[in-house]
């Protein structure tokens, strides 16, 4: 069983800072199954990311991704009042059909 | 556009069978092309997966759920159902269904609001 382990837990920044969000695999992943998304209190997970370096729908391009096998990063620049949230990624296993995520990283409002 | 809302029960007791629902508008589960999930997070948890229906109607579950967990998909209505049964407090959360996007590599890109269920006495 795949373990996705992100970093840190915390992450405490200010408007126009650069954030950086971890997201290690326990096991090497096909990069096109890595996907990142967004959460705020009272609201879905909303996609970011797919394919590992993809922006979904809608999404500024002061988020980008990069990464493959183990290692994912989620970099979101110029960061703005609403992009404080929890951030998730996510691994798709297809055989059989399987979601699994990491536990979150928490951007904080310095 | 695509719109998912989940409902059902929303407190059920220890060893009973929890019943969800998932009301798809904006497109036809029959002739999308899509498949769908049922995620959850439980308090203070990390999110989990449920289970999966597949573009062709097949359905799977988490392995750690899958004696417990029944996925149905009901075309006519347009709608998704999951049934977890003999519950426990572990399976208090927040239950979500969303679309599995083929062109995005499955990524789940359109959720439901949620529906809480809460297994208590």
């Known amino acids: 069983e795949i373990v996705l382990t992100q970093s840190p837990g915390t992450l405490s920044l200010s408007p126009g800072e650069t954030a950086t969000l971890s997201c290690r695999t326990s096991?090497?992943?096909?990069?096109?199954?890595l996907a990142w998304y967004q959460r705020k209190p009272g609201q879905p997970p909303r996609l970011l990311v797919y394919?590992?370096?993809n922006r979904a729908s809608g999404i500024p391009d002061r988020f980008s991704c990069s990464g493959s096998r183990t290692d994912f990063t989620l970099t979101i620049s110029r960061l703005e009042p609403e992009d404080f949230a929890v951030y998730y990624c996510?691994?798709?296993?297809?055989?059989?059909?399987?979601?699994?995520f990491g536990q979150g990283t928490h951007l904080d409002l310095k | 556009q695509l719109q998912l809302q989940e409902s059902g029960s929303g407190l059920v007791k220890p060893s009973q069978t929890l019943s969800l629902t998932c009301d798809v508008s904006?497109?036809?589960?029959?002739?999308?092309?899509?498949?769908w999930s049922w995620i959850r997070q439980p308090p203070g948890k990390a999110l989990e997966s449920i289970g999966y229906?597949?573009?062709?109607?097949?359905?799977y579950s988490n392995p750690s759920l899958k004696s417990r967990v029944a996925i149905s998909i009901d075309m006519s209505k347009n709608q998704l159902s999951l049934k977890v049964t003999s519950v426990t407090a572990a399976d208090t959360a927040v239950y979500y269904c969303?679309?599995?996007?083929?062109?995005?590599?499955?990524?789940?890109?359109?959720w439901g609001q949620g529906a809480t269920v809460i297994v208590s006495s």
């Open positions: 969303a679309r599995a996007y083929p062109s995005y590599y499955y990524a789940l890109d359109v």
């Open positions: 904006g497109a036809s589960i029959r002739t999308g092309g899509y498949s």
């Open positions: 229906v597949s573009q062709s109607g097949t359905t």
């Open positions: 096991q090497s992943v096909n990069y096109n199954y």
């Open positions: 394919g590992a370096s």
């Open positions: 996510q691994c798709f296993d297809p055989s059989p059909p399987t979601y699994t």
